[in-house]
Every structure is written in structure tokens, then in C-alpha cells.
């Protein structure tokens, strides 16, 4: 699992903690635990759950990067897999647009249950139109909510809540504190502004699976 370590660095910073306390916590010695920070990969993800708890963040803001994968999935119809390793998939419609701008009103049934093994998401939306990134037409996109949007990784597509729409962007910083720069690809040259506080939501794409529709 790629992790970003230049982030974990600076959470640790924050807790004023040292490494070596980092790597008795998680139950390995210090010289593996500062090898995976500058290898920049964590070969145990049940441990990277574990710095995430020590850290108080959710796992999915430690990753590096996006998940792409084909569609090789198992839906919730007829699994023996446990209830709670799933994650909900919702067809776009208006109902569900909004209440994905208030997180605390519950949407309708999701339309099935998706598993994929590593991946914890609040749910799975379909994203529909031009290519941007690693999204084309008819991908089913992971979402996980950022409760703190004071704390990004910029180097993540987004889906922003705001203006009555959901759309899908790479986030840069601003020309100051207020504002973020919303891009539809690393070349733009025309990016667009948007106010910090005009989001209403703020999801984080942390997985993609490809249906090539």
C-alpha cells in the first residue's frame, strides 16, 4: 500500500511524537518502521489502520493514491460475506444529489451492496462524462467523506458538493487560506476558483472500478 508519508510525517509532528514511539505502537522496530516511511509503502494494512488510529485520522487519508481496478467485485445478492464489509452503490437522482450535500439526512435503499477487498468508502456513486483522470463515462467511484476539509491531500480527485451540484475535480490550494483551485486535468490553464466555505460536502475518491461503458 503507497502511503503519504510527507503527511503521516506531519500528523506525527502535530501529536509530538517520535518515530520510534510511532513503531512500538504498531508493534515493529523502528528501523522496518522508518524503512516503510522512506520506501514510502506500508506492506501491512491492518497496520496502517492502526497508525491511522494513533494518528486519529481515517486510514484513506494516509493512502498515496487512488485505487484503480476492473470490475472484479462481489455485490451484496447472495454473499456470505459480513453485512458491514460492504459498501452501499447509488444510482445518481435528485433525492439522493441532495441529500449527498447533507450528511446528515439519510438517503433512499442503495440500489446493491459492493465488496472490494481493502477498501473502506462511505459509498459508491457512478461518475458520468468526459474522461478526467483516472475516471471515464460509467465508472463506479469509492467516496469517502472528509469531515475536516481544513486537512487535504491535493493530490486526490474530489467530489465537491456545492452550487446544488456534485462535481469531480483535482484540488490545488488557492491564491490564499479562503479559496481552492478546482482542475479537470494537470495541464489546466483556466482552473477554477471556489470559496472554502461554499462546499457543503466534500468526498475524497479513494477507489475506482472500470465498467468502460
Sequence with gaps: MKINK????LLIKKKSMKQKDVAAALGVGPQDFNNWMFRGIFPHYDKLEILADLLDVDVYTLHKEQIVMDPIVQYGQGSRLKTDSFIPFYEPGQDFDLALFDINKKPNSPKDLIHVPGVKADLFYPYYGKNLFSLSNGDLVALKLIEDISILDLNLVY???????????LLKEGDNQTTLLLLKNEEDESPQDIKRNSIKALYAVKAVIKRNI
Design 6 to 9: 510527507d503527511r503521516i510525517k
Design 159 to 169: 467530489a465537491i458538493c456545492a452550487n446544488d451540484q456534485v462535481i469531480f475535480r
